[in-house]
């Protein structure tokens, strides 16, 4: 949502009479151009927008940059065809326009619609988008209608002087089956460098917004997306934050596994749903306990498969490695690692109750539940006394 | 301007680093991967790998604002004796300026520095002319060697702040 003030340099000149983009060339511009300043004021409702045109009698401001939309769309309303196109004069017009701004916070940046030949030479262009980048203004250049090998070398020469960090763009619309203004949709121009135009854009055109139409509560959507993007950071955040936890926690390697691709699955995905996520973290933890289950009834077969794996995390982990010697020595003492491993997970307060929290399925005041974990801590309370009485606490 | 230099801080001057107000600087044709912090702000300036850079042709125009009103008694540039700058004119208390109307006013002062100058040392401004400063806009208008870009290592302005009063320290006058 880039604070920006923006100027759109029209081409009515003669050229745009022809009909190769439906109805007419200059019809099709027109409603590329309302499109535009839609998107504009509404990806931030401080973006002012200005149109001039660059032929007719000449360069002349049909409306400064302002942030009423309305007064935008009227004044593209009624303007006549005629004369021949002026670039030069109407990129430094716009240029001039802007520097009037009065918001002096917005970033500067000029719009221009290409439709008829360029009459100047590369190196006019080239000075005149030298002076843009020096100003620190941005230039997007939409190139339609009469196509020659000049011209694009012409408007390429051009772009590449101002391109200041990819910040100026070109788009090159053929005459076809669709709409100018849908060809501009999918294109930087449009969404703003890769950021919130496209709500509006998805909204123009395929209804797909979730919850509110833009075009009907435009401050409501606007807040809803905020909202949105805010709890996306958020959950990011946390995401990030656990994962760190838990490479800081001693653990079995599976634990943290199945954590990182809890933790990946949530940040991968772009609308992270909060049921989704919980879904993932339910199936993971049931298999952990599963696991802690099995393993404090004995079954050996689980308690080999847990030591082997914890033998290749044992290098990170001086305690582990000892108790692991431990176990390879002795089978009683295997007892005793696989607990020790368990109990450090169980015993692990803010991780066994984030995990029973989460689980849908089972209640943590069940008494099946209280049991098997009463039976944990007897077994940890040589190892860790410290949390004992608060586990036993919570427990009741 | 004066062609006296100090090589040491002037008496009595504080360095007015920590009255610009960083929100509203803005540099014109900087580039984008050498730009003014690099050459203003405290920790960078000292960094000999960290300059300002010209992008587009080798003018610059800084916009300071202050966060209160100084005055300016002196500034520093530092900078390579090629790429450095050489003509360097000051504005007063003028906002926003372009690289259009640059020479629309007269400067309140201008600098030229020789590749002396350019080592740090200090350069005494037309100090009647600075008593009221709220802004001051640096034009570099052009270098030393006349090279494509210009570079700026770091730039100090030395200087007093005007006793301006305390709002806080206002109190009412009790009625008897």
């Keep these: 949502m880039v604070l920006e003030a923006t100027m759109i340099c029209v081409d009515n000149s003669e050229w745009m009479r022809n009909g190769d983009y439906s109805p007419n060339r200059f019809q099709a511009q027109a409603d590329a151009v309302n499109l535009i300043c839609g998107a504009k004021t509404q990806s931030n409702p401080e973006n002012t927008v200005g149109v001039l045109t660059m032929a007719g009698k000449g360069v002349r401001v049909l409306v400064t940059p302002t942030s009423d939309l309305g007064k935008i769309l009227a004044c593209m309303h009624g303007l006549e065809i005629g004369g021949e196109m002026n670039l030069a004069a109407g990129i430094q017009v716009a240029q001039l326009a802007l520097k009037h701004r009065q918001n002096k916070k917005q970033q500067q940046r000029i719009i221009v619609f290409v439709g008829s030949p360029v009459k100047y030479d590369k190196k006019a262009l080239e000075l005149i988008g030298r002076k843009l980048k020096k100003n620190s203004v941005a230039l997007d250049i939409v190139s339609f209608g009469e196509e020659d090998e000049e011209k694009n070398e012409k408007l390429e020469a051009l772009l590449a002087a101002v391109n200041n960090n990819d910040s100026s763009h070109i788009v090159h619309v053929p005459c076809g089956p669709s709409a100018l203004s849908d060809v501009l949709i999918s294109t930087p121009i449009f969404t703003g460098d890769g950021e919130g135009g496209s709500g509006f854009a998805a909204a123009a055109a395929a209804s797909g917004y979730e919850f509110v139409d833009p075009n009907m509560d435009p401050e409501l959507a606007l807040a809803l997306r905020v909202s949105m993007e805010e709890e996306r950071a958020r959950q990011e955040a946390a995401a990030k934050k656990a994962a760190e936890e838990v490479a800081n926690q001693e653990k079995g390697e599976q634990q943290s596994t199945s954590q990182d691709t809890t933790m990946t699955d949530s940040v991968n995905l772009e609308t992270s749903r909060p049921e989704k996520k919980i879904q993932d973290l339910t199936d993971d933890e049931n298999a952990l306990l599963q696991q802690a289950l099995a393993m404090s009834m004995d079954d050996p077969s689980t308690k080999a498969a847990v030591q082997d794996i914890d033998m290749s995390d044992a290098s990170a982990d001086h305690d582990l490695q000892l108790a692991l010697q431990l176990s390879v020595q002795e089978e009683s003492a295997a007892d005793q690692s696989n607990q020790t491993d368990v109990n450090k997970l169980l015993a692990d307060q803010s991780f066994m109750s984030s995990i029973l929290a989460s689980l849908p399925g089972v209640d943590p005041n069940d008494p099946h539940v209280k049991d098997l974990l009463a039976s944990m801590q007897n077994q940890s309370e040589q190892t860790k006394e410290e949390d004992k009485a608060p586990k036993e606490e919570e427990k009741k | ?176």
């Design chain 2, 1 to 176: 301007m004066s062609g006296e230099s100090a090589s040491v801080i002037p008496r009595n001057q504080v360095d007015l680093v920590e009255f610009v107000d960083w929100s509203s600087v803005e540099c014109l044709n900087q580039s984008g991967t050498h730009s003014l912090p690099n050459a203003l702000k405290q920790g960078y300036r000292e960094d000999e790998g960290l300059h300002l850079e010209s992008d587009a042709d080798e003018q610059l125009l800084i916009y300071i604002p202050f966060n209160q009103v100084i005055k300016l008694h002196s500034i520093a540039i530092k900078g390579p004796e090629e790429e450095g700058p050489k003509t360097v004119k000051l504005f007063v208390n003028r906002e926003h300026m372009g690289f259009s109307n640059v020479n629309d006013y007269p400067p309140s002062d201008t600098a030229i520095f020789s590749e002396d100058n350019l080592t740090g040392k200090t350069v005494v401004v037309k100090y009647v002319k600075f008593q009221n400063v709220r802004s001051l806009t640096i034009f570099i208008e052009e270098n030393q060697s006349g090279s494509e870009t210009t570079k700026v290592q770091k730039i100090i302005l030395y200087g007093t702040t005007v006793e301006t009063t305390d709002m806080k320290g206002l109190k009412k006058i009790e009625d008897h």
